[in-house]
């Protein structure tokens, strides 16, 4: 009897140890779950703060007497049509606010146009010689009938310096340059071209009308003055 009676009591005590061990299990899967699930929620945060913030280009930027308040960047691809239009959009907006806006021009080309990336790397040699913005207005308004050799001829009509042209074209030495806009494309997200971002927030359209309301209400949020 008393060896029965230890039976009972040894399997109450397993059992209540067995239950008492599930239970900190499912403590222990909770807390798991809730550390994971902030530290989810952390990284998206983190990654959703730096999609917003393309990384600035000084060397492309058009040329400004003034501060450069607002930022516009575009991420572009020279055989897309879209990115044609929206060129000069943005150029009648450099033109129109002046000083009060910097304008930086990212490579972004698309795997199915078979000229784009060579178009970013001649406009890039141009740009050794000062000349990236004419270069690239070139390019777009004869993207229809664009082929390798107009590359050259683009830089012949607008003076440049042909040797040095030529040679930095028959290198890859811009292709780093145009991967790495690329692949601030690519940490950012865009999924297409143009893409367009107003300091550090993508906007929705390229329209004039549009990016020159944004440009506007930017203003009135930093009390920067209008002309």
């Known amino acids: 009897m008393h060896t029965y009676l230890n039976r009972q009591i040894s399997r109450q005590e397993r059992y209540k140890k067995s239950q008492l061990f599930i239970y ?13 699930g902030i530290a989810f929620v952390a990284v ?15 060397g492309k930027m058009r040329a400004s007497s003034g501060t450069g308040d607002i930022k516009l960047v575009v991420f572009s691809d ?3 049509p879209a990115c044609a239009k929206a060129y000069f959009v943005v150029e009648q907006i450099a033109e129109e606010y002046n000083d009060k806006i910097k304008v930086t021009h990212k490579h972004y080309p698309l795997n199915f146009h078979p000229l784009s990336f060579d178009a970013a790397m001649a406009a890039e040699c141009a740009n050794d010689q000062d000349k990236f913005w004419d270069y690239s207005a070139e390019i777009f308004l004869m993207q229809d009938d664009l082929k390798k050799s107009s590359f050259n001829a683009v830089a012949k009509d607008l003076g440049l310096d042909m040797k040095l042209f030529r040679s930095c074209l028959s290198t890859d030495a811009k ?16 999924l297409g071209t143009p893409t367009i971002y107003l300091d550090g927030k993508s906007v929705e359209s390229w329209e004039y009308e549009y990016l020159s309301q944004q440009i506007e209400k930017l203003y009135k949020e930093n009390n920067i003055e209008s002309d």
């Open 175 to 190: 292709s780093d340059m145009i991967y790495k806009d690329m692949a601030e494309g690519d940490r950012l997200g865009i």
């Open 44 to 58: 998206v945060i983190i990654l959703l703060m730096t999609r917003t913030q393309p990384y600035d280009d000084p």
């Open 78 to 80: 020279y055989q897309c």
């Open 24 to 36: 900190l299990m499912k403590i222990k899967k909770r807390t798991l779950q809730i550390v994971f």
